[in-house]
């Protein structure tokens, strides 16, 4: 096990020192190292392509990946489905209309609010669902239909807002609704870490409810676990952890849905390890993307969300292919 993640982390190293110095000007591994290190002989415009530009967008590739890759893992614990995750259930397309209404009105409302709204959007989508399906009880089902229907629509809503806005406005709406680290900034990097790092680590501690969760409901309360309000609180927590990545890059599609799959395969079922994993994969997974999308077609960089997209749905039809007799 402690193999896997040295493989991980070694991994993840390797490709954000390249992250660093590959882009629209390679720079030698000397010269990036010499920029990280402060280096005087280092030139002013290295300094600020390393540190300046490339540093934090690398840093909020790996966060990003990481919260979608442990959201993920908790949707397909909490809803036992292995082709959940946070979009599934909404998360993005709240985000996404919460996005829609701030870009598209940026004449009136401070686009400074954006990454605010769209996290209130995303929460606020998982706490009308549960307001929904509490009274029903709160089944994996009947959360995943209301989730369904309200997405579709939240996304009515943002089509609407896109009919009748400002074309300038609602192509820069749909640029950031592609998924995006080009306006990666230190502010970014910081909210995130504020709001992630203490869900992760609360998730993690509490593995061993998501073990129990995912054997069932009956098995769960033959435990002694109170099933719904385990549910509710591991949604809520996947909600900000999906929100906050949403709120720094735009929505990001396959991440959390392919990252849990290739942890469990790699660390086992047992949470305890798979979140980690999840999560150093996640990051994996989206730092190798915006490296991608970085160099496909120069000058010009790609939304990241187009590239995990492309790679996710080849790997959504290998999943339903996987599970067809199952």
């Known amino acids: 096990m402690i193999r896997v993640f040295l493989v991980l982390l070694a991994l993840l190293a390797v490709f954000f020192v390249l992250a660093l110095a590959l882009g629209d000007q390679r720079l030698p591994f000397s010269v990036v190292l010499g920029a990280l290190l402060g280096a005087g002989e280092t030139p002013g415009h290295v300094q600020t392509i390393v540190t300046g530009l490339r540093l934090p967008r690398a840093t909020l590739a790996i966060l990003v990946g990481a919260a979608l890759g442990v959201a993920g893992a908790i949707c397909q614990a909490v809803l036992r489905n292995p082709l959940a995750e946070p979009g599934l259930l909404g998360i993005n397309a709240g985000a996404a209309l919460a996005a829609m209404m701030i870009i598209v009105q940026a004449g009136t409302v401070p686009e400074s609010l954006l990454p605010l709204a769209t996290f209130a959007g995303a929460v606020t989508m998982i706490a009308v669902i549960f307001g929904f399906a509490w009274r029903g009880g709160t089944t994996s089902l009947r959360i995943i239909l209301i989730g369904v229907g309200l997405s579709a629509m939240a996304g009515a809503g943002a089509s609407f807002i896109a009919t009748f806005g400002e074309i300038a406005l609602v192509q820069r709406a749909m640029v950031w609704l592609a998924g995006s680290l080009q306006d990666s900034r230190w502010i970014k990097v910081q909210t995130l870490l ?133």
């Open 194 to 326: 504020i709001w992630a790092s203490p869900v992760f680590l609360m998730i993690w501690m509490a593995a061993r409810e998501l073990d129990l969760i995912a054997l069932g409901d009956t098995v769960a309360r033959g435990r002694g676990q109170q099933v719904d309000l385990q549910r509710v609180l591991m949604m809520l927590a996947c909600a900000v952890l999906a929100g906050a990545s949403v709120a720094a890059a735009g929505p990001i599609a396959f991440v959390g849905l392919a990252a849990p799959h290739m942890a469990r395969a790699l660390a086992g079922r047992r949470h305890v390890a798979l979140i980690p994993a999840a999560a150093l994969i996640g990051a994996l997974i989206v730092l190798v993307a915006d490296l991608a999308a970085r160099r496909a077609m120069p000058p010009l960089q790609l939304p990241v969300g187009v590239v995990t997209a492309l790679l996710g749905a080849p790997f959504f039809g290998y999943l339903l292919w996987k599970k067809r007799y199952d």
